[in-house]
C-alpha cells in the first residue's frame, strides 16, 4: 500500500547539500582580519558546558508531544550544527564591518552556539507545524536577523557586544511568536498536540540539563566570569524552589504541574543573563530569579486564557511565558541596575548622562523585540508558500510524516 505521507527525498538532502557547499566556500575564502580558528584556547570547559546544553538539553526539552519524540530531538540537533556554522562565518563577518578582531577558535565557536540558542527556542513555538524545509529556512533567515539586530545594537547604540548576545532570549522568543501566529490553527483537542507522562519525562530531563548548565551559557561572553556564575545559580536555585512553592499555590488540587515547573525553574537564568556580572549582592540575583518565577507562572495563565485565543496564536512549547516575558523583565532589571549604579558612582550629579544611558538600554531593549517580531511575521508569510512544502493541519504533531517507522505501514 503507497504511504500517505509526503516524501522529502528531493527537497531537504538537496538543500542540505547546497547551504553545506555555500558553508565550505565562505569558510575556505574567510574574512581578512579575523582571528587563527586554531588559536589556543582555555575555554573548552565552557563551550562544553554549552554544547550539552543547546544540543542535549534543549532538545530533550522540546520532547513535550506524544508522536513528535524523533523530530523534536533529530530537527533540533540537525537546525544547532547548521546554524552554528551560518553563525560562525556572521560572527567574522561582524567583526570584519565593525573593523576589529574576533576572539580565539573555540571561543568564537561557543559565542555560536549562544546565538543559535535563538533558533531554538523560536522552534519551541512552531514546534509540530513547520517541516524540515521550513526549519532550515527559519534558521538561516532568523540568524542573518538577529545578527543584523546585533550590529544596530553594538554600531549605533554602543551596547556592550555580550549584552547584545544575550538578547537571544528575547528575540528567538518572540520572532517565534510572531512566526507562529503565521501558521495555520491545528483543529481543536487534536489528540497529538497532548503530551504523556513519558514524554513529560523526557522533556524534564532536558529541563534539569539546562539549569545545570546554565551558569555556563551566562558566562560564556561576560568578563567578570566567576560572579556571572555565582548570581546565575542563585537566581536559577530560587527560581526553582519558587516553581513548586508557586505551583501548588495555583493549582485546583494544591498538587504540583508538572508542566509550570518544567517552565518556570528556568526562568531564572532567562532573566539574569543580562545583568549577572553586574550583580554586586546576592540578594539581588535571588530577587530576579524569585520575580522570574512568579511571572511565569501566572504569565502562563494569562497568556494561555488571553493573549493566545484573543490573537489566534498557537505556541506548542509556551516560550513565551517561559524565555519571553522573564527577558523581558531581564531587560528592564538591566535598565534600572544601569542607572542605580552609574548614580551612585556619580553620586547623582550627572542626572543627563544617566538619562542618556537609560535611553540607549531601553533603545536596544526596544530595537530587539521590533525586529524579532517583524522579521518573524515576514518570515512566517515567506515560509508559508507553496513552494516550501507547508505542512496540512492534519499532519501537525505526527513524526511519521517526516521519519521511517519499519515496523508500522500505514500509520501509527
Request: charged share 15%; hydrophobic share 50%; glycine share 8%.
Amino acid at each position: 500500500m503507497p504511504s500517505r505521507y509526503l516524501s522529502f527525498r528531493c527537497s531537504v538532502p538537496w538543500l542540505i547539500l547546497v547551504l553545506q557547499a555555500l558553508l565550505l566556500l565562505r569558510s575556505f575564502f574567510g574574512f581578512p582580519g579575523v582571528s587563527d580558528t586554531y588559536s589556543s584556547s582555555d575555554s573548552y570547559p565552557e563551550f562544553q558546558d554549552v554544547n550539552h546544553m543547546v544540543i542535549f538539553g534543549f532538545g530533550f526539552f522540546l520532547m513535550v508531544l506524544r508522536r513528535y519524540g524523533f523530530s523534536s530531538t533529530g530537527f533540533n540537533f540537525l537546525l544547532v550544527v547548521l546554524g552554528v556554522q551560518c553563525s560562525v562565518l556572521a560572527e567574522d563577518l561582524l567583526v570584519f564591518l565593525r573593523g576589529g578582531r574576533n576572539a580565539a577558535g573555540l571561543q568564537s565557536l561557543a559565542k555560536a552556539f549562544v546565538s543559535v540558542t535563538a533558533v531554538v527556542i523560536s522552534t519551541g513555538a512552531v514546534l509540530g507545524r513547520a517541516n524540515p524545509v521550513q526549519l532550515i529556512a527559519m534558521t538561516l533567515v532568523e540568524l542573518i536577523f538577529f545578527y543584523v539586530s546585533r550590529y544596530i545594537n553594538e554600531t549605533f547604540l554602543e551596547v556592550p557586544e555580550h549584552l547584545t548576545g544575550m538578547h537571544v532570549f528575547l528575540f528567538g522568543a518572540y520572532f517565534g511568536l510572531a512566526l507562529a501566529s503565521r501558521f495555520p490553527e491545528a483543529p481543536p483537542g487534536l489528540d497529538k498536540e497532548r503530551s504523556t507522562p513519558k514524554s513529560e519525562l523526557f522533556s524534564v530531563l532536558g529541563t534539569v540539563f539546562v539549569w545545570v548548565f546554565w551558569p555556563s551559557f551566562n558566562s560564556i561572553l561576560p568578563f567578570l566570569k566567576m560572579r556571572a556564575v555565582l548570581n546565575t545559580y542563585l537566581a536559577l536555585a530560587v527560581s526553582a524552589v519558587a516553581a513548586f512553592m508557586l505551583s501548588a499555590l495555583t493549582s485546583r488540587d494544591g498538587k504540583f504541574r508538572m508542566a509550570q515547573i518544567r517552565s518556570a525553574v528556568l526562568a531564572g537564568g532567562v532573566t539574569i543573563s543580562c545583568t549577572a556580572e553586574r550583580i554586586h549582592h546576592p540578594w539581588i540575583a535571588m530577587l530576579l530569579g524569585l520575580l522570574a518565577t512568579v511571572i511565569t507562572i501566572l504569565g502562563s495563565h494569562c497568556v494561555q486564557r488571553c493573549f493566545n485565543p484573543a490573537l489566534k496564536l498557537q505556541d506548542t512549547s509556551g516560550v513565551h511565558f517561559t524565555f519571553g516575558l522573564p527577558a523581558v523583565l531581564g531587560a528592564v532589571a538591566a535598565v534600572v541596575l544601569t542607572v542605580v549604579e552609574d548614580g551612585i558612582d556619580t553620586r547623582w550629579n550627572e542626572l543627563s548622562r544617566l538619562g542618556y544611558d537609560a535611553f540607549v538600554y531601553i533603545g536596544a531593549f526596544c530595537q530587539t523585540i521590533s525586529t524579532a517580531l517583524i522579521t518573524g511575521l515576514i518570515t512566517g508569510l515567506i515560509l508559508n508558500i507553496k513552494l516550501l512544502k507547508a505542512v496540512h493541519v492534519s499532519k501537525y504533531f505526527d513524526d511519521q510524516f517526516y521519519w521511517e517507522f519499519p515496523h508500522l505501514s500505514v500509520g501509527f
